[in-house]
């Protein structure tokens, strides 16, 4: 099984920290598949017989409104619907305007797992359920996981859930 795996968010919410975590020292481009994508290619993982394509999504904009933004997030939407699974990465109780940004241009045909990162971060650990539960019902995510990609916690479990889609 091989897959393009997009993990878009805003900035900050640990994409990177996530994306290496997740790759490890197991960065290698081998795939055939790789060569079929218009998103910018960060690493694959091969596992047994699985390969993870990690890509970006090229002119990801959620800072601004107007007209010339609605153009390229409908591109971004596009793009995310030729990806095999979305990886929409967030910070635990910290939504802001750039993360609702990012929710409504969401593809609706394309399996979307929410990630709730830095959760080694949290100060009352009983947060956590309400915050997932409000976001849950703005969209029908395939998954929502929490993580902390930093000290790799539920980062393979992540792995597991993303693995069907491919
Ligand atoms: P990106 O902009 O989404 O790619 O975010 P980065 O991966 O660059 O991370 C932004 C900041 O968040 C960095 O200072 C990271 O060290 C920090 N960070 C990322 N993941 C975690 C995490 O799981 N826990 C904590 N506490 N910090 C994290
Ligand atoms: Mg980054």
Do not use: C
């Not at 805003?10 to 079929?36: C, D, E, F, H, Y």
């Not at 593809?107 to 949290?122: F, G, H, M, Q, S």
């Not at 650990?125 to 990609?149: C, E, G, W």
């Amino acid at each position: 099984h091989t897959g393009f795996v997009a993990i878009i968010g805003r900035p900050n919410v640990g994409k990177s920290t996530l994306m290496n975590k997740l790759i490890g020292q197991k960065v290698s481009i081998t795939s055939k598949k790789a060569q079929t994508t218009r998103h910018r290619i960060n690493g694959v993982l091969t596992e047994g017989d699985t390969q993870y394509i990690f890509v970006d999504t090229p002119g990801f904009q959620t800072k601004h409104g107007g007209a010339l933004n609605r153009v390229l997030n409908r591109n971004v939407s596009q793009a995310l619907g030729e990806v095999d699974v979305v990886v929409w990465v967030i910070e635990a109780m910290k939504f802001t305007s750039q993360d609702e940004a990012v929710l409504n241009i969401l593809p609706r045909e394309t399996p979307v797992i929410l990630v709730v990162n830095k959760v080694d971060a949290l100060e009352r650990k009983n947060d956590l359920l309400p915050f997932v539960q409000k976001l849950s019902t703005r969209f029908d995510f395939a998954q929502i996981i929490p993580v902390s990609a930093k000290n790799g916690i539920q980062t393979d479990v992540l792995l597991n859930q993303i693995k069907p889609y491919l």
